[in-house]
């Protein structure tokens, strides 16, 4: 094997430009180097030290960029032996022509066939699933925008407004998804909606046929389940395992229209997607004429390291729709989130949301671009992940050691929740119900899994628990209460 020392791998033409984030642009760089097959699986690469000198750069910028690189599967750690380029398989490349005729499907309503739990009311408590700390949410700063915008609003955003979107969102959106993201896209490839769920719906309005077999993740979220049912979809189950969706069962499956993933962080599992099964997972769907809709609903919560880059990133054939939503950086209510779409299908998706509500309302779009525009959304991006990390640490050192009848509480890298297995229904059941008695709100998994299937119903159980809606002192208080509920001693 050759030593690092005579540097075996071709750098030419990888040049970092000063300002503009170091440590960015050379994990781009690798990465693309990667995917491209120019650095192939078991190169080994130089020393960070000897990395740095060549490009110009500290030390630090390269073991940044290197970091990244490890979170996401490109590289691999050989002890005592350096760094290497993981085995992978290179990305497909685009499809020389545009697929024709994909984009465009009948609504089927059959709405009174299905039903969600009802929301749930009043102010969030420990330990409830799916809802920020919103508590520290900047509205001071929120409400001087919007007087700003409605003391003297211009006459051209007062009329009817584009379908996709206020123009200066969308741009501010593509901007923020290519600085923090690593996802390249144009604001004509973004629909502005009235949060994610209205995005997955559009989606599912579009490209299912009804009969269309649909791939979900199983336990995944139910509805996302229920926007593609209702369209005529037939629902697919896929299991999720410690790599996330379980591809290999995704091409059992036979063929599907579309795939819905949580891939940055499984809904409810908390598993992180694979990059082996990312790229997989992205040639099945080249492979079988088929969609991928990735919903990153909680992207922006990593714990250590950057977010990482979203399956949309990776996409050279044009088939990942990608869902955001601003709901879990602000506040539910806001109902604001967006899609990112291959440019084939914006104006089909934009005239249909058309149909529906004509656009979204003026005012908080507005506002939105203006919080983003002066800086104040990255800024309350950091504030909140530090927030949700504070809170996770509090569940975690003061959840019960030993819990009879339920696995220790996971590792938890990102997201504002996390889930755990419980040995059956039974004690799953007496574990919520202990807990609803002294108010403290826990998610039994077992509601996750599509009815049927092959899982049985012990196999099935658990605990959801959300850690970021109450502050610490909460959190504790609540830790406290189910102590006495399921009767633990100190």
């Given amino acids: 094997m050759a030593s690092s020392a005579s540097l075996p791998v071709d750098l030419s033409g990888l040049h970092l430009q000063p300002g503009k984030g170091l440590s960015r642009q050379l994990y781009q760089a690798l990465r693309e180097r990667v995917l491209d097959g120019r650095l192939p699986g078991g190169t080994r690469l130089p020393a960070s030290r000897q990395l740095a000198e060549r490009l110009g750069v500290s030390r630090n910028t390269v073991n940044r960029a290197l970091d990244q690189l490890y979170a996401e599967g490109y590289v691999q750690g050989r002890v005592g032996d350096g760094t290497y380029v993981a085995a992978i398989s290179a990305v497909a490349e685009p499809p020389a022509a545009d697929v024709p005729g994909t984009a465009s499907s009948a609504a089927l309503q059959r709405l009174d066939e299905y039903h969600l739990p009802a929301p749930l009311a009043g102010a969030p408590r420990a330990f409830r699933v799916g809802v920020p700390a919103f508590d520290l949410f900047p509205f001071e700063t929120w409400a001087r925008l919007s007087a700003r915008f409605w003391r003297r609003p211009s006459p051209a955003r007062l009329g009817y407004g ?70 005529g979809a037939q629902l697919r189950g896929i299991a999720v395992d410690g790599d996330g969706l379980d591809v290999a069962q995704l091409e059992r499956a036979g063929a599907c229209r579309l795939a819905y993933v949580t891939p940055s962080h499984q809904y409810p599992t908390g598993v992180t997607l694979s990059l082996p099964r990312r790229l997989a997972l992205l040639d099945w769907a080249e492979r079988n004429d088929a969609w991928i809709i990735e919903d990153d609903y909680d992207g922006e919560y990593r714990y250590s390291g950057t977010p990482l880059a979203p399956l949309a990133a990776l996409d050279r054939g044009q088939r990942v729709l990608y869902v955001g939503t601003f709901c879990k950086i602000a506040f539910p209510a806001l109902r604001l989130g967006y899609l990112v779409l291959p440019p ?69 890298h990102a997201g504002l929740h996390l889930s755990v297995r419980c040995e059956s229904l039974a004690r799953e059941r007496e574990l919520v119900a202990g807990a609803a008695t002294v108010g403290v709100e826990i998610n039994p998994l077992s509601n996750y899994w599509l009815p049927g299937g092959d899982t049985s119903m012990d196999d099935r159980a658990g605990l959801v628990l959300g850690f970021a809606a109450v502050p610490e002192k909460a959190i504790g208080e609540a830790l406290q209460a189910l102590r006495g509920a399921w009767k633990l001693s100190d």
Avoid at 180 to 190: E, V
Wanted: proline share 7%; aromatic share 6%; hydrophobic share 45%.
């Fill in 344 to 412: 084939r299908l914006a104006t089909a998706f934009s005239r249909r949301r058309a149909v529906d509500m004509r656009h979204s309302e003026v005012g908080t779009q507005a506002v939105m671009a203006a919080f983003i525009a002066a800086g104040h959304f990255q800024r309350h991006i950091r504030r909140m992940r530090n927030a949700a990390r504070a809170r996770r640490d509090a569940l975690l050192a003061g959840w019960p050691q030993s819990l009879p009848g339920c696995e220790p509480l996971p590792d938890v």
């Fill in 162 to 231: 584009d379908p996709a979107g206020d123009p200066q969102l969308r741009e501010l959106i593509a901007a923020y998804l290519r600085s923090s993201r690593g996802l390249q896209c144009d604001p004509a490839q973004i629909i502005v909606t009235c949060g994610a769920q209205q995005a997955i719906s559009l989606c599912a309005q579009l490209l299912v046929e009804p009969g269309d077999p649909v791939a979900v993740e199983d336990p995944g979220y139910r509805a996302a389940g229920h926007a593609f049912s209702v369209a």
